[in-house]
């Protein structure tokens, strides 16, 4: 559903933002990654890798919805988007030159609450410091 001029206009945008650096690893984080991830095997702060995904994505690109929902024991919501959003990872990964993408736990708003907090405690913490 989303047109050939988006896909490039994504391209275009993550290519400009990456070429800068070297060495570019992703961070992945809601549903689908997190039941890609689940499926992997891998232990916790183990990145995927693009190899790990590239095959994923082979392996379900050839799958019906049911097959998707039985063999791959996924929610039905889940089975619906999850080869639109693994080619949406693997387009990541390749226009920005990742080989990893790493999921963590939490997921991006926890993420983000957990930092303010961080920075809270941070400032109070300074600021009890010079009252002393």
Same mark, same amino acid.
């Given at each position: 559903?989303?047109?050939?001029?988006?896909?490039? $206009?994504?391209?275009?945008?993550?290519?400009?933002?990456?070429?800068?650096?070297?060495?570019?690893?992703?961070?992945?984080?809601?549903?689908?990654?997190?039941?890609?991830?689940?499926?992997?095997?891998?232990?916790?702060?183990?990145?995927?890798?693009? @190899?790990? #995904?590239?095959?994923?994505?082979?392996?379900? @690109?050839?799958?019906?919805? $049911?097959?998707?929902?039985?063999? #791959?024991?996924?929610?039905?919501?889940?089975?619906?988007?999850?080869?639109?959003?693994?080619?949406?990872?693997?387009?990541?990964?390749?226009?920005?030159?990742?080989?990893?993408?790493?999921?963590?736990? @939490?997921?991006?708003?926890?993420?983000?609450?957990?930092? #303010?907090?961080?920075?809270?405690? $941070?400032? $109070?913490?300074?600021?009890?410091?010079?009252?002393?």
């Amino acid at each position: 559903m989303v047109s050939e001029d988006t896909w490039q $206009e994504m391209e275009r945008w993550i290519k400009q933002e990456t070429r800068k650096f070297e060495r570019i690893s992703l961070i992945g984080t809601g549903g689908n990654i997190n039941s890609i991830f689940k499926q992997s095997g891998l232990p916790p702060r183990k990145p995927l890798s693009y @190899i790990y #995904l590239n095959s994923y994505y082979e392996n379900i @690109i050839d799958s019906t919805y $049911e097959e998707r929902v039985v063999k #791959l024991d996924m929610n039905p919501d889940r089975a619906d988007v999850i080869i639109h959003a693994t080619r949406i990872y693997l387009s990541a990964m390749k226009w920005s030159r990742a080989r990893k993408i790493y999921v963590p736990k @939490i997921g991006l708003s926890d993420g983000i609450v957990k930092g #303010l907090y961080q920075e809270e405690k $941070e400032k $109070e913490s300074k600021f009890k410091s010079k009252v002393r």
